[in-house]
C-alpha cells in the first residue's frame, strides 16, 4: 500500500502513523485470539501449562511507569 494511503488513514485517525498501525496490529492479533475456539495444549506441557497460570505475577517496571502515564486520549 502506498505512503499517501498510510497517511490518510493516520489523519482519519487522528494519531500517529506509528501508533495508528499499532493499533492495529494489535486489533488484528486480539480477533485471531477470540475468533479461535480451541485452543489445545499437549499433554506433555500440561503441568508446565498449570504452574505457569498458578505463578504470581512478576513485577514489572515498564508496566508501573505505564500505569502512571495519562492515557494519550486524554493529553
Request: proline letters at 4%; hydrophobic letters at 40%.
Amino acid at each position: 500500500m502506498s505512503a499517501r494511503f498510510w497517511k490518510r488513514q493516520r489523519s482519519t485517525a487522528r494519531t500517529s502513523l506509528s501508533d495508528f498501525v499499532r493499533r492495529k496490529a494489535l486489533e488484528s492479533a486480539e480477533s485471531e485470539i477470540l475468533n479461535r475456539s480451541v485452543v489445545t495444549i499437549p499433554a506433555k506441557d500440561w503441568e508446565a501449562f498449570e504452574g505457569w497460570l498458578e505463578r504470581p505475577a512478576k513485577a514489572s517496571a515498564a508496566l508501573k511507569k505505564l500505569a502512571r502515564m495519562r492515557p494519550t486520549w486524554e493529553r
